[in-house]
């Protein structure tokens, strides 16, 4: 287990944070869970390779991202059911505000989630998010302020459809 | 709403989830990493069983083998083109806007082309098709990236500047292989991505780059001379479906498009250049094997068949760890159905890998193709399937990776074309 030296610590420090970025992605603590700890279980399999990059917690969120789009369409599903019947007992401390934003999140197409969740959450500065996502810096601005826009919408939208209830 | 709310509310959230999110030991992540890769393993060796059985029923020989790679991947099975042992359908004509889908192989004794170009770091290049060495530049800019296409005969290079440096001075431009002036053919608008030109020569066909507020993507059909023939809008970049590559038939009366829902591919539509309206008039043409989608196809000169690359995914990726596989296969254009197989790899990586590019030599009988991943590592470290190959049967040979030169350029090619 040499080659493992030092994947711990290095999963006790980050898993809360990747997996906190991944559920800012999928609206669902339960995926972003389970995608999370299967990224960081190809991490450790591929550990003695990935220890050596600059930024192995990058390495992890990219793979998750990239599990999470794979389940994007149940997330969609699941947040049509979410729209419906409102959330489950388990998304972690709802307020009105918050279900807001978790519906407003929601809607966005996953790219523009994404830009989003690595400018903000992970806060990544644009060119880095650009290098990750390989974009042109221009795209990731484009993206960054349309999904601005649409959320501030949607959230907007949500309040004023809750008020006029 | 302002910035700093925007970063506090998303913060927040993410941090409640966290606070709250299960974190098994770092042993059950251990744990959860041998079961995937022995899981991985028995599907592997299932998959050489399946494959060899596959070789066996389309009479192939047994030297067919896979892609060179440092990873566990499963061997399939034929080269392509191989001669089928059942003719594709050619009826009805009247659909049939490709021409003729020959059933006899492209043939075996061309030359495989001895280079290729591409877009390699800041440089439009000439390589050498065997050691993936620079040949000759034909255009160099900074921070530059160009989509090209290149005329049958290998003489001609077209190419447009990719990025955002391509929207300060749109165009599309012409310039000899062999070396001369660049002339500019097309302007105000720049290629996406490759551009690609009918048997003869004559018509071009390519996704229109998206430039400052103009949010739109076309598929157009020019001249070679650059004047304008049809033009179809695909729709917003942004949009759920976009397309990513376009194929012009060997007769340049259809043009396949490979479609994608967001970051899943569709299918592949076939228009009919002189009748089709819209890109969504086109008739849906899907991956041969269940669970699988094309995530680019082209046709293949000579033959007329359309090739695509097949990616399949376990019903439920998120219960189940088989990692993505990509398939090389030969369908009728007509009826769609399966007419042939050629290499096959795993993603074993989880880096998303796809085969952004691909394109067959003037016989047909030789493809390159070009195979890129999203993720980040790979600016830092080669991975086993990322770079540019070239496929004429049997094993396909890498001819660049994607590790950095000592000049800190990627070596990966865009677009690769000959």
New interface residues.
Partial sequence: MAELAGFDEFYAASYRRVVGQVFALLGDLHEAEDVTQDAFAKASFHWARIAAYDQPEAWVRRVAFNHAYNSTRRARRWLGVLARHGPPPDVPAVTADRLDLHRALGRLAPRHREVLVLHYVAELPLDEVARQLRLPLGTVKSRLHRARTALAEQVGDEREGVANA | ?R?DL??E????????????????G?A???R???R??RRVAALTVAGVLAAAGVGVGLGLGRDQTTPTVDQPSPPVTSPLPPASSTPPTTSPPATSTTGPTSTTRAPASARMPATFVASLGNRLAVMSSTTGRTVQTLVSAPQAQFAVGLSPDGATAYYSRL??AA?DQPGVFRMPVAGGPAVRIVDGESAAGPISTSADGSRLAYLTNVCGANDQVDLVLRDAAGALLRRWAVGPA?S?ARAITASLSPNGRAIAVTLFD???PVGVRLLDVAHDAAVGDGRLIQAPDPGCKPVNALFQPGTGRLVMVERC?PKD??TD?TPPRFTLVSVDPVSGRLLARGFAFDDHS???LDVTTMDFDRSGRYLLYAVGS????D???ARPQTGTWRYGGGRPVRVADDRRSSGGERITSIGPTW
Avoid: T
């Fill in positions: 709403m910035e925007l970063k509310q998303l913060m927040s959230y993410a941090r409640s989830a966290a606070e709250v999110a299960s974190q098994p770092a059950a992540i251990h959860r990493a041998r995937h890769y990025g955002p929207c942004l759920a967001e970051l899943d995914l990726p998120r760890s989880g880096a998303d999203a993720d980040p590592a600016s830092q470290v």
